[in-house]
């Protein structure tokens, strides 16, 4: 599949940015149904960056988790920029491991720049919120399902993309780092993004034929999307936890060979 179009991997960056793209909460008011979001991490309070609760993917019960951006500049400042701060990610856990007890299966929803670098986020345990994620969900017995659908940047969106499967809008990103960090640290000129961009092979075409991702996805197909996330659910949930523990463990176990 090729969106290109004589784009550039780094026009595919900026466009993952615009604030004309469906958010997260998009996404789950066009799929889900019934849905109750729960607050709070019941350590320090409740981030606004990750809406997350119950609800029904057709008639299938399901946790969904979003990092949720904004649309106009009033509704980014109340998400922080879709930038999670350690209770945002520690929500996402606990939602995560009430899903497990319940088996009930897991969509996430990815859309950040990385997690909250701020020094409060730092004092609150940051980097030990994002490795308690990873650390969880590589042994969750209940099937993960995370969806990028627009940057996936960093940590803060891995800690949300330790699952069964990754899929990807075919004009998201998927990177360790911008672009424009990237050559900042390279070649200390952010000029150079573009170049960066290319090297990091961040769009869902390359990573998809270096098999880090499993499914790319149409822009704007909520319907279809929804049908193929509930197929992939259904034939997840058919395996004993064992299976799909063993199964989650091999797929990290053959990335990069």
Known sequence: MSLKKNKTDFDIVLGARSDKRLTAKDYIDGMITDFMEFHGDRFYGDDKAVIAGIGYLSDMPVTVIGIEKGKNVQDRI????????PEGYRKALRLMKQAEKFHRPVLCFVDTAGAYCGIDAEERGQGRAIAMNLAEMSDLKT???????????????????HGDAIWMMEDAYFSVVSPESCANILWKDTGK????AQALHLTAEKLYN?????????????????????SEFNELMRMSQKELTEAR?????????
């Open 210 to 230: 270096l098999g880090l991702i499993d499914k790319i996805c149409k822009k704007r197909k909520i319907k279809e999307l929804s049908e193929d996330l509930k």
């Open 143 to 161: 099937p993960v399902i995370s969806v990028v659908i627009g940057e996936g940047g960093s940590g803060g969106a891995l800690a949300m993309c």
């Open 193 to 196: 993004a573009d170049e960066a």
């Open 78 to 85: 109340l998400h922080n920029f879709g930038s999670a701060h």
């Open 249 to 257: 463990y091999r797929r990290f176990r053959n990335v990069g060979y």
